[in-house]
């Protein structure tokens, strides 16, 4: 079974500058989540999918940061503009139904440096 | 409001030594717990979890936590550590109710000494 897959690995922009990063979650998990994860610490959920409805995004800057989850499949999350303070990695998640109790499976991430 | 501590950001262990790295956690309600490890420029690997099953909870690679209500803890024993097992490892937190993400502490990284 193919795992959840992320791109691109690595980005490097310049503050101000936008970004957007892609996620494919496993095949038929109902429930997508973006978390990101600064260094030194552990990952803050960005925002929470259900299909193609948002779950959750209280935590999400949403002056800067949008995301979309078009025909209830892959996910974009996008930056614009870039902070310095957006450095980090972004890892997107995915799980059968979003029940609590459900493993959520995690991508490799995506590391993105603002200079 | 949910919330997890993990003691230690390092832990140092020789090859060999029993592996104990620690967790408490809050909640409101009963909560369900896991631990994730992340290698390097890797995502997180599912280890256990807690789903209010057995309090003992065995996992992946020779790793094992326990559930105790009392201290509020879900901590992560390994009896023997080997080379392999460094990384950084995550204790998160979710309840049944309300907001059904993962909230993490800050992480431990355990060195492994030959």
């Known amino acids: 079974e193919a795992g959840v897959a992320q791109s691109p690995r690595y980005k490097i922009i310049e503050k101000r500058q936008s970004v957007a990063f892609w996620c494919n979650p496993i095949?038929?998990?109902?429930?997508l989540y973006w978390y990101q994860q600064i260094l030194g610490q552990g990952p803050k959920l960005l925002i929470q999918f259900q299909n193609n409805g948002v779950v959750d995004d209280s935590q999400l800057p949403k002056d800067r940061f949008s995301a979309e989850r078009l025909k209830g499949v892959d996910s974009t999350l996008k930056i614009q503009p870039a902070k310095l303070e957006d450095s980090a990695v972004y890892l997107c998640?995915?799980?059968?139904?979003?029940?609590?109790?459900?493993?959520?499976?995690f991508g490799p991430g995506t590391r993105l440096l603002v200079l | 409001a949910q919330s997890v501590t993990q003691l230690g950001s390092h832990v140092s262990v020789s090859e060999g030594a029993l592996v104990l790295l620690r967790c408490n956690y809050s909640s409101s309600v009963p909560p369900y717990l896991f631990w994730y490890v992340q290698y390097p420029n890797q995502g997180l690997q599912l280890l256990l979890k807690y789903t209010s099953a057995a309090t003992l909870v065995k996992g992946i690679n020779g790793f094992e936590a326990e559930f105790k209500k009392s201290e509020t803890s879900f901590h992560l024993t390994k009896p023997s550590a080997h080379m392999s097992d460094a990384a950084e490892y995550f204790c998160?937190?979710?309840?049944?109710?309300?907001?059904?993400?993962?909230?993490f502490g800050s992480g431990t990284r355990l060195q492994v000494q030959p």
């Open positions: 998160a937190v979710i309840m049944d109710t309300g907001r059904r993400a993962l909230t």
């Open positions: 998640a995915s799980s059968l139904q979003g029940v609590a109790k459900e493993t959520q499976y």
């Open positions: 095949s038929g998990h109902a429930t």
